[in-house]
């Protein structure tokens, strides 16, 4: 079975670019989740989505951070502009919205901005 | 907000030394989930304790959930260099993790 998948896996790009971070989540899941992490600040929740609707962005670091699930198998997570402060591994994770459910990670994008 | 503090950040052990992570809730817990994280890798689930009291071992790890479900811990007996990587704990309420504990083991 796929588990979550995220793209690109790595990307480096110039202050100023916007950047798009892409996740398939496991199909069934209906909650869906992003993370920063990074060395100083950890493992970070961005937001999360159930049923495709945004639950709680509080962890949305500002308005330069945007993210959209427009169905139940494809979220985005977009940067713009971006600054080098964002450099860090993005994680995308799903799980099935009960509780005692296993949260399933992607591999990450690491992101680059110089 | 559930706030779930884990200590310490990080730990460097001898081979064979045991080792042990903590975490800490400011509130009860419903159910807590251990994850582990390799380096240059991503979460990955251990286990999950749910009962008050309950505890769970796995090869040479030993989970706890403490009997107000408000403080957990992982207790890793004689290391080795395939333990190395960061363990993180989550509350269930926001699934947030936080710095969880970074454990090096030197060979």
């Known amino acids: 079975d796929a588990g979550v998948i995220q793209s690109p896996r790595h990307e480096v790009t110039e202050m100023g670019q916007e950047v798009t971070l892409r996740c398939k989540p496991i199909?069934?899941?209906?909650?869906l989740f992003w993370y920063r992490q990074t060395m100083m600040r950890g493992l970070e929740l961005l937001i999360y989505?159930?049923?495709?609707?945004?639950?709680?962005d509080s962890g949305m670091p500002e308005d330069r951070f945007s993210a959209k699930m427009p169905n139940a198998s494809f979220s985005t997570l977009k940067i713009q502009p971006s600054e080098p402060r964002d450099s860090a591994v993005y994680f995308c994770?799903?799980?099935?919205?009960?509780?005692?459910?296993?949260?399933?990670f992607g591999e990450g994008s690491w992101l680059t901005v110089v | 907000g559930q706030q779930v503090m884990q200590i310490p950040q990080y730990q460097h052990v001898q081979e064979g030394e045991d080792f042990t992570t903590y975490c800490n809730s400011s509130?009860?817990?419903?159910?807590i989930q251990w994850y582990k994280q390799r380096p240059g890798g991503h979460p990955v689930f251990l286990i999950q304790?749910?009962?008050?009291?309950e505890v769970k071992k796995q090869k040479r790890l030993t989970f706890q959930f403490g009997e107000a479900k408000k403080n957990s811990s992982l207790h890793i007996t004689a290391t080795q260099t395939t333990d190395v990587g960061t363990y993180f704990c989550?509350?269930?309420?926001?699934?947030?993790f936080g710095t969880g504990t970074k454990l090096q083991v030197i060979p």
């Open positions: 509130t009860t817990l419903s159910n």
């Open positions: 994770a799903s799980k099935i919205d009960s509780s005692g459910n296993t949260i399933y």
């Open positions: 199909s069934g899941h209906n909650s």
């Open positions: 989550t509350g269930y309420q926001k699934v947030t």
């Open positions: 304790l749910v009962k008050s009291g």
């Open positions: 989505f159930n049923n495709n609707v945004p639950i709680d």
